[in-house]
């Protein structure tokens, strides 16, 4: 039997709240697991929070606390170097923009550009890490990014050469499969008209500035009083824009402002229910690398609203409603046509089954294997 890949992956988003980072690397860790060919990981995290969330992280996990500190010395130096933490690894994966030095070849995941391209959007923590990536690319790392869009934003921002000298990788995420729900999860039922079966329009993500929610609840607004039993559900973690978002609430009429939900912070299984229930997917993000709601809607026949922004119109291809995300109006028609208008509904939903089934973990994993073979070479 040949030798198995060793490969070092950074598992420390899956320490902190779920987001799509963490998603993106629970999906890849299964999928090389998969494999025909054996990889060996060996999993590691930078964070002192990670000694708290052990039980969340793979068996195994090497942890080294304090990534503030890691942060600010490799904004400066290529030391410390932390390959004690890899074993015996002939790569290590850098899946969340800290890139340590290493003496070991490394790739490094390049989700979106917003550390750069969107600073106001992102929090203190997330800006103070670009002048250590950025000497992480000057070191020479290999660099991976979910889409062509993102490629070409790394090329601009931190190029120009990447793309010439091969070190840009281009491989989609896969499609995150949604967890069953067997009836109606008690999550959702304290959410009496919707677990009772009203008609929503459903909205993923984290409530932070670029996804772009108060917004929608402006459109939601002005098409409410004439579709009196749509509902609007946003289901995510709390974040910096739950202000701006209950500003947008307050300024819709009482009745419609009744009828907007917002869920916090809920389990897989009743994310799952909420959006293979919806009329409905709103994904107005101003700014993304990926978008996994779109993919995960599409899979299960939801007809998605989205953004002509960022990677979106690459990743919906034509299988979505795309808008301006500041465009209310737009907004408006396109949330009317995905409820009330049944050819469109019927049209966008084959083709999102389409464009769903383009996006394959396995194939993710495979191509990754493939970048992780070539850095060993």
Request: hydrophobic residues 45%; glycine residues 8%.
């Amino acid at each position: 039997m040949l030798n198995p890949l060793q490969v070092a992956i950074d598992v420390t988003a899956l320490a902190a709240q779920r987001t799509g980072i963490a998603r993106s690397i629970t999906e890849l860790l299964t999928g090389l697991a998969l494999l025909d060919e054996p990889t060996r990981v060996h999993p590691y995290a930078i964070s002192t929070r990670a000694r708290r969330e052990r039980d969340q992280l793979p068996e195994g996990t090497t942890i080294l606390a304090g990534a503030g500190a890691f942060v600010s010395l490799w904004a400066k130096a290529d030391r410390p170097r932390i390959d004690r933490a890899f074993g015996n690894s002939s790569v290590v994966h850098a899946t969340n923009f800290l890139v340590p030095p290493s003496k070991i070849p490394t790739l490094a995941t390049v989700h979106d550009c917003s550390i750069v391209r969107h600073r106001t959007l992102c929090s203190a923590a997330v800006q103070a890490l670009e002048p250590s990536l950025r000497r992480a690319f000057d070191r020479g790392v290999h660099i991976h990014v979910p889409s062509q869009f993102v490629a070409d934003e790394v090329e601009d921002i931190f190029g120009p050469g990447l793309r010439a000298a091969r070190r840009i990788h281009v491989v989609h995420w896969g499609v995150p499969s949604l967890a069953p729900a067997l009836g109606v999860p008690a999550e959702i039922a304290r959410f009496v008209p919707i677990a009772n079966g009203v008609p929503y329009i459903v909205a993923v993500g984290t409530l932070e500035p670029r996804k772009n929610f108060a917004h929608l609840v402006a459109a939601f607004g002005s098409i409410a009083a004439d579709h009196h039993d749509l509902h609007l559900v946003i289901v995510g973690n709390d974040g910096p824009a739950r202000p701006e978002i209950d500003a947008a609430i307050a300024r819709v009429a009482p009745a419609t402002a009744a009828r907007i939900v917002i869920t916090g912070a809920i389990g897989e299984p009743a994310k799952g229910w909420l959006i293979r229930n919806a009329r409905a997917l709103a994904y107005p993000s101003v700014y993304e690398g990926f978008g996994f709601p779109i993919l995960e809607a599409m899979s299960v026949g939801v007809p998605v609203l989205t953004a002509n922004a960022g990677s979106i119109p690459e990743i919906a291809g034509g299988a979505a409603v795309l808008v301006e995300p500041t465009d209310e109006a737009a907004m408006a028609t396109g949330l009317i046509d995905l409820h009330s208008n049944d050819q469109q509904r019927s049209k966008l939903i084959d083709r999102g089954y389409q464009q769903s089934s383009k996006f394959s973990w396995s194939a993710c994993a495979t191509e990754i294997r493939s970048i992780y073979q070539l850095l060993a070479r």
